[in-house]
C-alpha cells in the first residue's frame, strides 16, 4: 500500500540514535532465539533500478535499520520503569499495541512497573487531570476486544521541559507514544531535549494513523479495519441510491493528506463511480466537473455513489484553514459541503433527484481491530520494546518491505505518504469507477 | 414488543372485507396442508382482566381474523395477475418480502404474471418514469442477500384513480402494497374507490416500519436488524465518549413517533446513560434537566453516552413542523439541535467536554435483514398471499399474541404503537440508565 | 415461535408457591413505578376458540401469572444473600442474565450480597473444587460482551440435602438457577425439599435452552443468535454444494428434542433443501426416501443442502441411546452417520457426487449474544428478581403472548416445547425446500 | 508475512517466456496512462547483506520481474478469446477475481468473448459435463459479494492435449488458470506443450491458496479471510474451554504444508495456549510433550486453547499418506487424531476433563473475501489481464516487497513457502502461548 515513494533526499541519516553502551544480556539468549544483528538494513528501493542508480552515482542505497530482538540491552529489565502514552484521534487497534507492551515488557523482558499516562500528553504535564494507571498483565488481559485506548486520548502538545519533570518524577526510563504525525513531532522534541539535558530516557514511537499516510511506512494498524467498515458504508450508500430515482448515495471517510482510505474502499467494493482524494484536484462546474459527470452518469443509470475523502476539495471551499490544539489543520467539511452544493446544481437544473449522505468516521475509527490489525498490532508492539529495551531512541518502528524497521522520527515528522495519481492503486480505481 | 395496547374503542369493527364468494379451491386441498378456518380469531387482549371486562360490559372481547391459507379461493391462480409496490424509506427485508410473495404466488398458487412497480405509487402513475418489472422466481432467487428494495421506492400518493387506471391497464387483480402508516393510507383510499367501481382487486398491505409502530401489530421486519446495528452504534459512541475526558457520545437513532429502536438499542447495551424517547418528553434546562443530569453524570464519571430518537424533543425545536410528499411530519433533527445546544451549554459554563456526534440512520436502514427478520418476512409474505387469494382486500397481515392476522387497513391507519411511559420496557431502560 | 401448544390437561394448576407473607414494602413505591398485581393473570390460548371452549365446559380457561415487580416483598433487600448457578451446555446470553440479575438487585432491591456458584450444580454441592465467587455490579460490567458464563458450568445433578447445607452455611435465601429442562428437575426436587425443611429459600429458575424448547414459554434466549449463526453456516454449505459437480452441502444444526432452530435457519436461508428435525420421522430408502429426494434434486440441479437437527432421524441409527449425568439422551450423531451413508449410497449407485459435512454447534453456542437476545435477558434477568424478592418459589419465568409469566417448575419439567408438523412453519419450511 | 526466503539456488532463471512480438498499441496509450517497463525488476531479497552477497561473488542480484500494463501488446483485444478456470479446494476471493479478469479484458482491452470453463480442468477436457459459460460485464457485476465460485471447481488433471483440443475448439488465446500449486504443474505442463506445438495461447496463473505457501508470493488472496474467521473459531473454543472444569477447546486450522493460518490467528487471538503446525514438529509423551505440557497448563488455569494447523503432527499419526487426485497428499485428520488422544490420555490419568473439538474449515473456505481480500484480488487479476494481453506466457503473478510480479511457473511449482520456526512470527507465536 506504499504509493509515493520517499525521495532519496530525505533519507541521508538513518541512523538510530543510541543512549549509550549496552551492557546487560538478553533474557532471550537463554532461550536460545534468534537476535536481528545491529547493522541489518532492509533497503527503500526495492526496485532494482532505483537501487542501481543509487550505487552507480557512488553511494550505498538508501536503507532502514532492521528492528527486532538485540543480544545487549541497554536497561536492566528489573530496573526500569516504562510508560505509554496514546496521542490523537481514536484507531482501531490503540488497545492491542497497549497490550502487547505491557506483556512484552512483563514476561519478556521483566519490566514490572509500567505506567499509562492519561489521555495523551496531557497526563505527562504536571497539570495532568488524573494520575497515570498502573498497568499489569492481569490489567491488560482482555482489552484488545474494546475499541478506544483504555487510557484516554487527547490533542495538542505540552510543553516538554514540564513532561520531562513528570517522567523524571515517575522514574520513567523509557517512554512509548503511540500516535500520527503531531504526535510524533512532539517526541521528538521531547527525545531531543531528554539528549541535551544528559538523560538516559528513551523515546519509542508507534505509528498511529488510520489514514496510513505515516512516512516511511509500508503499513499502519487501524487502516485494514478502516477500509472493511468504509466497504460497508458504501454498501448502504449503494443500497440509498439504487432504491431511488436519481439516488445518489455520498460517503466520506477519513483521509485528511491522503486518500488511502477511500481508494481501498473503493477498490473493495466495485459500486463506486465517483472517487474524490486529496491527491487528485476536481472542480465541480464545468466540462470534465463533477456536475457534469454525475448528470452523465444519472441519466445512464439513474443512480450514482460518492466517495469522498475528507481532505478532498478543500480548495474549492472558501475561506481559511485552521489549526487544532496538536497543530494540524482543521478541515472543512467535504461532505456536507457536497451535499448541499449537488443538491443545490440539481435543484437549479430543474433535475429531480435524491441524495442521502453517510459520514461513518465515529463509527469506524472506534471499534476493535480485525483479525490482521490485531496481528499487525503485536509484531509492532514487541519490536518497538526491543528497540527501547535495547536503548534505541528519537525513533519509530516501522514496516517496510515485509520487514519491520527503526525509523528516526526526524525523517518522518512534517511529512506524509500520499496516492499517487499515476500508481497502479489509482489507476485501477480510474478504471473500476464512472 | 408491543406496549401501548390498542384502545377496545378503536377495535369496534375488526371484519375483513371479502370481494366476493370464494369458489375455486385451494391447490393446497392436493397437498392435505391444515387450512386456517375463515372464523378463527386472535384475542387483542390476553391479559384476562381486560378480557373478561369485556365479556361483563356485555360484548365479546375483541379479536383479530387469523391469517393462514383457505381452503376455498376467491382466485383462479393461472389466470390472475399480481402487482407488488414499495414505498416510503427503505427497511432491511423489503427484498425478503418481495421474493416471498414471487415464490408462493408462483410455486404455491400458480400466478406466473406478477408485475413490480417501480419507484412507489409514482409506479402506478400514468406518468411513472419506468415501465413495472416482470418478477419471476429467478428474478428473485437471490435478492435477499441485498439492502434495499429492487423496486425502488419513493414517498407520496397519487392520484387514486390514475392508479386504477394503471392497475385495469395491466389486468392486475391483486396488488400488495409494501409500506407504513402514509403508505397504508393510500391502499386504503385505493381499495374504498376499488370497491365503489366494483371492481375485483384486492389491496392487501404488508407493514413496513423500521421503527416498529405500526398499529395492531405486535412487530414488524426490520425493527430486530435495526436494533442489532444500532447498539454497534453506541458501542461506538461509547468508546469515544470513555477515550476523552467529559466526553459525550451522542447517536441519534430512527424513532419518528415511536422510540422503540432506542429503547431496545438501550437494553441490548448496557453503556448507555440517557435515553431519550418522543413518548417522554425532557427539558434542558432546569433542575431534572438534561444540562444538569449531564453535568452530575461527568462529574462522577467523566464519560457519558447519550441516545436520542430522531422525534424526541421536537418541542424544544422552535418553529413549525412541515410535511413531506406522504404527510408525515418532517421532524427539525434532534441529534443536530443536542450537539450544538449541549456544546454551547458547557462553554457557557466553562467546562471542558467532547462531544462526538454519530447519526448511523442510512446505514442501518440499507442493509439486508438479519435472520429473525429474514424468517419474519417469509411469513408475512405468505400470509399476504394467502388472504389476496381468498379475496380478501383493504387489509393488512399482522402479527399478534404468537399468531399472524388479517387487520383491516382502517383500524390502523392515522395511529401508531408508542412505548408506555409506565412499561416494563421504559422502566428497564430507567433502571439501566443515568 | 410457539407450536405445539400446551394440552390443557397439563395445565390444571398454575398458582405459584410463596414463601410466607410479604411485609416489607418495595424500593420501588417512591420512585412511583407501576406495579403488577399478583392476580394479574395472561391467557394461555389467545385463540378465540380455544378460549371459549374452555368456559363453555364451565370452567375458567387457563392462564399463566403476570411476572413483575409486585408492591409488597417478602425478603429485606439489605438482609439478603442471592445465589446464582449455571448448568448444562453453553448458551448465548447466559453472561446477559448473570449481569442482569446483579445489577437488578443490586441497585433496585439494596442487595449487596450476591454469590456466583461455580460450575454448575457442582458449586452448590459440598465437594466443589472451587468456592463461590462474589458478584458486584463492577465484577459483571462488561461481561456480557464474552461468551459462555463466567460462572462455568457441568452437567449432571447433585445431592439435594447436600446443596441444601451449602445454601445455608452462604446464608443464601434467594438461588437463581439458569438451565434447561434437566437444571430445573433438580431445580423443583430442590424446592421442593426447602419446603419440606421449612426453611425460607427461593428458588427461581431462568429458562436456557439454545434449542428454544422449554414448555410453556414462547421463547428463550440464545434461539434468536443461534439461528443468525446457523443460516451463515447453511451459506458456507450453499456455495460449497454449488461449486462443485453434484455438490452436497450438509449442515447439522442444535435441535435434540425439536427441531426450531433448523427451521427457523431454514426459513431464514432460501437455500436449504431438505430440513430433517424429530418431529417429523424420515427414511433413508425407498420411494419417498431421503436418497431418492437426493437423486432426484442432483439430476435436476446438480447441487443440493441439507439441514439436519442433531435429533432428527435417531430411530435409524441402530443400537441402544444412553444417558449424560444429567439424564439427558445422549444421541448419536446424526451428521456423521448421514455423511457416511449418503457417500456409500452413491458410491453404490456409481454417481460421482461430492459431500461436505459442517458442524458448527461449538461455534454457535459459545458466543455473545445479539441485540434481540442480549434485550430478552434484561427483562427475563429482571422479572427473575422481581419473583425471587416477593418470595415466589418453585417456579421460572416465561414469555407468553408479549407478556413475561410466572411458571410452575413443575408444569415444564418432564416436556418440552415442538415443532407441529401441520404448523406454519414447518409447512413454510415444506414450501420452500426441495 | 513471507517468512522461509526462496533459496538463491532455485531463482537462477526468473525470466519470463513471450509468445512472440508485442505489434499492437495499449488501448491504455490514449488515457496517457503511466506503463511498467518490461526490464523494471523487484528484488528478491530487500535485506542490504543478501543483496550484497550476490553482489560481490559477482553475480547480479536476483529479482522478479514488475508486472503492470505493457504499451505494446501480443495480442489485438476485439480478435481474442479469453478463458478462465478455477481450480481445488475454495478459497474467498474466487468470484472477485474471476469478475475483475472479466471487467479488465472487456473494459479496458477490448476483448469481449470470454469464457467461463465449469468445474476446473475437467471443464477443458473432452468429456466435460458443462460447456463453458460465457461471461460479460452483466453476468458477473454482483458476483463478488458470493463466497465460492460461479466456475465451479474440481481436484484433479486432465490429459493436456485434450484440454488443448478444447482451447482451439473455442479459439481461446489466453488461458486464466487460477489454483495453488497442484493447478500450476498443470498449468506448466499446458503452457510447455502448447510451445512445443508451436501454438499462441498464453498460460497466465493466478496464485490461490488459503494457506498463503505460493512460492515466490510474500501474499495470495483468502489469507485474511481466513485469519478474521479462525480467530472467531478461537473465541468459540476459548468460551467453551473457559466454562468447564479442565476444559479444553481444540480447533483445527487450514495449513497442510505450512502453518501460515495457524500462526496469525493465534497472534490475533491472545487466548491461544498452545499453537501446532507443521514446521515445527512435537511429541505427544514425554517430558516437554504436549499431554505434560497440557496438565501443567490445567493445574495452572484449569483450562486451555490448542490451535492445530491440518498438516501438523503427521508424523504422530500411523500408516501411510495417501493422494488426492490432485496429487496432494492426504493427510490424516489431525483434529480428530488429537482428540482421541488427548482424551485418551486424561482418562487414563484418572484426570476429569472436557474437550470441544471444533474444524471450521468449510465455514471459512466458502465465504466472501474480506476487504483487504477484495481488494487485493483486483489488482491481482488486473496485473493478471495485462500480462496475457501482453503475450506473457508460462507466468503466474505474484506480490513481492509492495510491487505486483510476473513469476515464472516453473519455479514455484512443487515447493512452498513455510513458517520459519526462529523467525519473528513463530518466535511472537511462542512468546504468547502456553
Redesign the interface.
Same mark, same amino acid.
Given at each position: 500500500?506504499?504509493e509515493s515513494f520517499p525521495c532519496i533526499e530525505e533519507l541521508k541519516d538513518l541512523d538510530i540514535r543510541a543512549l549509550g553502551e549496552n551492557r546487560f544480556d538478553s533474557p532471550f539468549i537463554k532461550r536460545s532465539?534468534?537476535f536481528t544483528e545491529d547493522d541489518?538494513?532492509?533497503?527503500v528501493y526495492?526496485? %532494482?533500478?532505483d537501487?542501481h542508480e543509487c550505487e552507480q552515482c557512488g553511494r550505498t542505497?538508501p536503507?532502514f535499520e532492521?528492528a527486532?530482538p538485540r543480544e545487549k540491552l541497554f536497561f536492566d529489565g528489573k530496573k526500569s520503569v516504562a510508560g505509554i502514552v496514546t496521542c490523537g484521534g481514536?484507531c482501531p487497534g490503540l488497545n492491542d499495541v497497549i497490550?502487547t507492551i505491557v506483556?512484552?515488557l512483563y514476561?519478556?523482558y521483566g519490566v514490572t512497573r509500567i505506567l499509562g499516562f492519561r489521555?495523551g500528553y496531557?497526563g505527562l504535564s504536571s497539570n495532568r487531570?488524573k494520575e497515570p494507571m498502573t498497568l499489569s498483565p492481569d490489567a491488560v488481559?482482555d482489552i484488545?476486544?474494546?475499541?478506544?485506548?483504555i487510557l &484516554?486520548?487527547?490533542r495538542g502538545p505540552q510543553d516538554v521541559d514540564d513532561m520531562i519533570d513528570t517522567l523524571r518524577k515517575f522514574k520513567v526510563n523509557m517512554l512509548f507514544v503511540i500516535g500520527g504525525d503531531g504526535t510524533f513531532t512532539g517526541a521528538h522534541e521531547l527525545a531531543v531535549r531528554i539528549r541535551e539535558l544528559g538523560l538516559k530516557i528513551a523515546v519509542v514511537g508507534l505509528p498511529k494513523t488510520i489514514d496510513n499516510d505515516i512516512y516511511c511506512s509500508?503499513r499502519t494498524f487501524g487502516f485494514?479495519t478502516a477500509?472493511?467498515e468504509?466497504?460497508?458504508?458504501i454498501?448502504?450508500?449503494?443500497?440509498?441510491a439504487?432504491?431511488?430515482?436519481n439516488g445518489i448515495g455520498l460517503v466520506k471517510l477519513m483521509g485528511r493528506d491522503s486518500g488511502f482510505i477511500a481508494v481501498?474502499?473503493t477498490?473493495?467494493?466495485?459500486d463506486v463511480n465517483f472517487c474524490l482524494i486529496p491527491e487528485v484536484p476536481f472542480t465541480l462546474e464545468g466540462e470534465g466537473g463533477l456536475f457534469a459527470r454525475l448528470e452523465d452518469r444519472l441519466k445512464r443509470r439513474q443512480h450514482a455513489v460518492i466517495v469522498v475523502a475528507e481532505g478532498a476539495g478543500q480548495d474549492l471551499i472558501a475561506g481559511e484553514r485552521e489549526k487544532d490544539p496538536s497543530g494540524n489543520a482543521i478541515y472543512k467539511d467535504v461532505g456536507l459541503f457536497l451535499k448541499y452544493k449537488i443538491k443545490a446544481h440539481f435543484r437549479d437544473q430543474g433535475i429531480a433527484m435524491t441524495l442521502?449522505? %453517510?459520514?461513518?468516521s465515529?463509527?469506524i475509527r472506534? %471499534?476493535a481491530a480485525?483479525?490482521?490489525d490485531? &496481528?499487525f498490532c %503485536?509484531?509492532l508492539g514487541?519490536n518497538a520494546v526491543h528497540a527501547a529495551m535495547a536503548g534505541k531512541t528519537d525513533m519509530f518502528v516501522g514496516y517496510?518491505?515485509?520487514?519491520?524497521t527503526n525509523v528516526p522520527l526526524e525523517v518522518a515528522v512534517g511529512k506524509w505518504k500520499a496516492v499517487d495519481p499515476? &500508481?497502479?492503486?489509482w489507476?485501477?480505481v480510474v478504471?473500476?469507477t464512472d
Open positions: 500500500m506504499q532465539r534468534r541489518s538494513r532492509v533497503l526495492s526496485n %532494482i533500478r537501487a542505497p536503507a532492521e527486532g481514536l497490550r506483556m512484552e514476561w519478556e489521555h496531557e487531570r488481559q484488545q476486544h474494546q475499541g478506544g485506548t &484516554g486520548t487527547s509500508e485494514g477500509v472493511e468504509g466497504r460497508k458504508a454498501q448502504s450508500a449503494h443500497h440509498e439504487k432504491a431511488a430515482w481501498h474502499s477498490l473493495a467494493n466495485s442521502k449522505y %453517510i459520514d461513518p465515529y463509527m472506534s %471499534i480485525n483479525a490482521e490485531s &496481528g %503485536i509484531l514487541q517496510w518491505n515485509h520487514h519491520f499515476l &500508481g497502479e492503486y489507476q485501477s478504471s473500476m
